[in-house]
């Protein structure tokens, strides 16, 4: 049977080594981090993500402010809205709720954030510090918490043959950059697969390591996966389930009971990355804290 890399268990322990880290800064420098959340929209799942972030705030003793804009938000308020949350001495890190309603310039938001308070890693300062391998820098969260699963799990990743399945800057362009960086938790020859892929299972089934990131449901299947290698799956996928009292249950990318017999180690749905993006948020609003603070 492969190894369960249970995502909550490693998230938790981030979670206390964050707090406890905080606890000690707090003292020194007078204040808690401070993380703002903007919601613009109804989206169902965007104003679960944000509830579970102001939670996680609460319980790690973080300042934390929620924005919450209707749908009919104009790009020159949110705009304001960003100019004075970068302006907030009180606030370390700023998230924008992705995706944002019709007729709102995502990418406007993006560039306009203080690249010092961006903790979801996604403007060009950023992205060019990680791919320039410069500590300063935020990673996106969601790839930083899939490399330390492979950390924590044990998986050598230096000379490793991983295969990413997807090509966006939230997930698989990032965590290429990553995952090819020098050191610890690095060190991969790394493949990127996406929709133009030909014959992805020849690809896959090349890997000690695939990563899934595609929001395809049971895209990833026995096929692509070669006996003893290890499966982070990233998907999260509403399939219809009417013997669930939501009406739905959430699934990966990943064929998970068709994939798991031969996988050395592989992350479950929910349960698994999901955990982890949250975690890394907190460590990355402690990180852009500290230094914002230091001197
Ligand atoms: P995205 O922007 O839609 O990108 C999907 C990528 O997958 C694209 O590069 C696409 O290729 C590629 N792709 C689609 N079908 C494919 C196939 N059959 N074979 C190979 N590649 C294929 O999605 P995303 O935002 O990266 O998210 C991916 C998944 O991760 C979603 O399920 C999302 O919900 C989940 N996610 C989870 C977390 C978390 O916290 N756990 C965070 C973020 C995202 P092209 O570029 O050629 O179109």
Known sequence: MPTLIDGRAV?????ADVKERAAALVARRGRPPGLAV??????????????SKAKTC?????????????????????????????????VDGILVQSPLPKGLDESAVVHALDPAKDVDGFHPMNVAKLALDDPTGFAPCTPLGCQRLLLEA?????GARVVILGRSLIVGKSLALLLMQKGQGADATVTVAHSRTRDLAAVTRDADVVVAAIGRPRTLRAEHVREGAVVIDVGINRVDDPSDKRGY?????VDFDAVAPQCRAITPVPGGVGPMTIAMLMQNTLKAYGQ???G
């Open 38 to 51: 903007v919601l613009v929209g109804e989206d169902p799942a965007s104003r679960a993500y944000v509830r």
């Open 11 to 15: 998230a938790d322990r981030i979670l």
């Open 292 to 294: 914002r603070t230091e």
């Open 249 to 253: 249950r959430l699934v990966g990318d």
């Open 154 to 158: 044990g998986v050598e990743t230096s």
């Open 58 to 90: 609460a319980a790690l003793g973080f300042y934390s402010v929620k924005h919450e804009l209707p749908a009919d938000t104009t790009q020159e308020a949110l705009l304001a809205l960003v100019e004075t949350l970068n302006l907030d001495p009180l």
